[in-house]
């Protein structure tokens, strides 16, 4: 399992620039035809394409410089607070404090895809600017979210298929013990306070010994659903950075408002879902984890200061590029958001049902207050 992980990761930076590549040719090839089909289509272009979509004069260098320092700051410690407090005892913060930022990243996460990815990519592929085959079917975002979601669920599978052959060969050598349920020491102090797990290991102490490899395979499944998740909001990560960085005026200073926010709520729901892992304390995967995603939109943020001269975002390239990537995004985390979080967190855990009824609704309104304060940052950003 642990080298299936590693092949994961090592292989996500291949597809990633590979897949990028291919839709970059795609686009300039359709770009090109689009210009040279018929003087219509070129006066067409060139209306919605001026060259240099970014006015220079009015762009501030070292104000778009400091905002990448700022989304670093916010994005990197919404991510690795929660690490720190599993993994350094002096740093701890109270069960509650996990509990809110958990269901609250959950409803965070869930409105991403629903309120700033889908829009965002029907936006950009029903742009007048771009060839009739993006026209012809004006359902090209859908259909690309609906692939997107469907490759992850059969990745997931076959991930699972291969690890639960694993969890065959070791079954036999698997000590059973009273804290079987809970991942590791971190996990159950930042799911439940003692006397909760203590009760709840009581009552359930038979049905572990009857199914021993339950926590392990959880373990595993809850790796692969975490590496899914950061995937797709790494993809919207980039996205994001870079319009960041080729917005100017009021527009900039609005939207990197509405991204403070935006990358602090969700780090701090990604983060709580990485310190959850069932990793030994001496890991630095949990680390890179958190580090991936601090990092993400800040490298956005370079790319697109580095191309602002010549980068122009109403360009029928720029159009499809963006449009895509959205699209996949919002795919991977509705995928992620629906099955691996909220339904594994509310439908499939005993322990959540067992809780008291005040539990229960105060996860319930903290989902569906993330998922309400991100829509309301949707008509900023």
């Known amino acids: 399992m642990i080298y299936y992980i590693k092949s994961l990761k090592s292989s996500k930076l291949f597809i990633l620039v590979t897949f990028l590549s291919t839709i970059f040719d795609v686009a300039n090839t359709q770009d090109a035809n689009t210009t040279d089909s018929n003087a219509q289509g070129a006066q067409a272009t060139v209306a919605c394409s001026s060259g240099n979509g970014i006015d220079i004069r009015t762009y501030n260098l070292g104000l778009h410089i400091g905002a990448l320092f700022i989304i670093l700051l916010t994005s990197s410690l919404g991510a ?9 005892p002096s740093f701890r913060v109270p069960n509650s404090v996990f509990f809110f930022c958990k269901h609250f990243g959950t409803g965070v996460i869930t409105a991403t895809a629903f309120i700033h990815m889908l829009p965002s990519s029907f936006e950009m592929l029903s742009n007048e600017c771009l060839p009739d085959v993006w026209h012809n079917y004006s359902a090209w975002p859908g259909a690309i979210a609906m692939m ?5 669920f059969f990745i ?9 052959c694993d969890d065959h060969d070791i079954k036999d050598n698997l000590p059973v013990h009273k804290n079987e349920l809970g991942s ?3 996990s159950s102090s930042l799911e439940a306070n003692t006397s909760d797990n203590k009760d709840f290991e009581h009552s359930h102490h038979d049905h572990a010994h009857a199914h021993g490899t339950l926590v392990l395979l959880t373990s595993k499944a809850q790796t692969i659903a975490i590496i899914i998740l950061e995937m797709g909001i790494c993809f919207h990560s980039v996205i994001i950075g870079m319009a960041l960085s080729v917005s100017t005026g009021s527009d900039f200073i609005s939207l990197l408002v509405a991204l403070v926010f ?4 969700e780090g701090l729901g990604l983060g709580s879902r990485i310190a959850l892992l069932d990793y030994s304390k001496d890991s630095i995967r949990p680390w890179l984890m958190s580090l991936a995603y601090g ?6 943020i370079a790319i697109g200061l580095g191309v602002r001269q010549t980068y122009d975002p109403e360009s029928v390239t720029a159009l499809i590029v963006q ?14 958001a629906l099955v691996e979080l909220i339904a594994n967190d509310f439908i499939y855990d005993p322990k959540f049902r067992k809780k008291p009824t005040k539990y229960q609704a105060s996860a319930f309104i903290l989902l569906l207050l993330g998922a309400g304060i991100m829509a309301l940052i949707g008509y900023w950003a």
Do not use: R
């Open 156 to 164: 997931e599978y076959i991930a699972l298929k291969y690890t639960d």
């Open 295 to 300: 990092t993400t939109t800040p490298i956005g």
């Open 323 to 336: 449009g895509v990537l959205d699209s996949i995004s919002a795919g991977i985390l509705l995928y992620a």
């Open 80 to 88: 690795f607070l929660p690490v720190i407090s599993a993994n350094f």
């Open 262 to 265: 935006h990358q602090m709520f």
């Open 184 to 186: 590791s020491t971190a």
């Open 148 to 152: 997107a979601a469907s490759t992850i």
